[in-house]
């Protein structure tokens, strides 16, 4: 039996799910990066890093070469980056949103 799409859709925003994977996505919106420019910059444990790295290669989100010991990552097509500026388009609306009420929170607290 096929799955849903909606059950695919909702597959590929659990793969998109983890923090350090976003920032990874991030990351390689402005090129391919070696695995060691990636752990620098992001900070966190390799093994943390490298299985990450594997959902996402798994996933064919990412697509990975080797140059001898270097592995360079990047985004497997655009539209990744498509849709994290699409995400972040989102969070600013909902953020200004949030940010209006907190404005209003605080000028209430004030005047009261």
């Given amino acids: 039996m096929p799955v849903p799409l909606y059950e695919a859709k909702a597959d590929f925003f659990r793969i998109l799910g983890h923090p350090v994977r976003i920032r990874v996505l991030e990351l390689l919106q402005d090129g391919p990066m070696p695995v060691r420019d990636l752990l620098a910059s992001i900070e966190v444990e390799p093994s943390s890093l490298s299985q990450q790295l594997a959902v996402l290669r ?28 699409a995400a972040r388009r989102i969070l600013s609306v909902l953020l200004a949103g949030r940010q ?11 005047a009261g």
């Fill in 58 to 85: 798994r996933s064919g989100i990412v697509t990975a070469t080797r140059t001898g010991s270097t592995v360079v990552y990047e985004l497997a097509g655009g539209d990744v980056a498509d849709l994290l500026a």
């Fill in 100 to 110: 209006d009420l907190l404005d209003e929170l605080r000028r209430t607290e004030a």
